[in-house]
Structure formats: structure tokens, C-alpha cells
């Protein structure tokens, strides 16, 4: 399985941005996929994951009402839409993806070890 991220870039506080994550490789559509991001100097932490059949989005509490992420089977693509961007959500973004989750819930999708193969990551740059 391989994951290309894009979408990142320099937005204002307040603005918009959209993440997109192309999959490839054999029963990439099956498999949850999430975003994840580090900011300089902090652990890589949760962001939003979605199951393979786009049912139960699941997000942290910090983007919670202002991200939306969804995914297109049909071309094996996941976005996430960032709305309301704050100088905080500055980090770059990593999409991730795993065949199954142990419990799906933010404290194990935030545990680095629970995604089996990673993207490149993305910068997304929020300014004041």
C-alpha cells in the first residue's frame, strides 16, 4: 500500500484548506485511513481517521466541528477538510492508513504503532 498526501500549504487564520490522500495497492479500499500531524518539537498526535466503508469519522477534540474528512472509494481517495484554521493546527500532516484497529477510538489511532503504512508528510502553515 502506498499513500501520497497533498493540499498542504499556507492559509490564514480563519481559512480553509483540503488535505487529499491517494491510495494504491491491493485492498487499499479496505482499510481505515486517518490524518495524524506533528508540530515542531511535539509527538506526532491524532487528527481524524475514517473507516474503510466511510462510515464513523472519528476526530480529536481540538479539530472536532471545524475538520471534516471523507473519503472516495471509487478512487481510492481520502480528503480532509480543514475549516476555521488556527495558528495551533500548524504541523505537517501525515496520512496513514492500517487494515484494522485494535479499538477505534483517538488514544490508539494516536499511538503511532497502530497504522500500519504512511504517507509523505504534508505542511500546513496557519498564520495570525
Known amino acids: 500500500v502506498q499513500l501520497q498526501a497533498s493540499g498542504g500549504g499556507l492559509a490564514q487564520a480563519g481559512g480553509s484548506l483540503t488535505l487529499s490522500c491517494k491510495a494504491s495497492?491491493?485492498?487499499?479500499?479496505?482499510?481505515?485511513v486517518g490524518w495524524l500531524r506533528q508540530a515542531p518539537g511535539k509527538e506526532r498526535e491524532f487528527v481524524a481517521a475514517?473507516?474503510?466503508?466511510?462510515?464513523?469519522?472519528l476526530y480529536a477534540d481540538s479539530v472536532k466541528d471545524r475538520f471534516t474528512i471523507s473519503r472516495d472509494n471509487t478512487k481510492n481517495t481520502v480528503f480532509l477538510q480543514m475549516n476555521s484554521l488556527k495558528p495551533e493546527d500548524t504541523a505537517v500532516y501525515y496520512c496513514?492508513?492500517?487494515?484494522?484497529?485494535?479499538?477505534?477510538?483517538?488514544?490508539?489511532?494516536?499511538?503511532?504503532?497502530?497504522?500500519?503504512?504512511w504517507g509523505q508528510g504534508t505542511q500546513v502553515t496557519v498564520s495570525s
Open positions: 496513514a492508513s492500517a487494515p484494522s484497529w485494535g479499538s477505534y477510538d483517538p488514544a490508539v489511532l494516536g499511538n503511532i504503532k497502530n497504522w500500519e503504512y
Open positions: 495497492g491491493r485492498g487499499v479500499s479496505n482499510y481505515g
Open positions: 475514517i473507516k474503510w466503508s466511510g462510515e464513523d469519522p
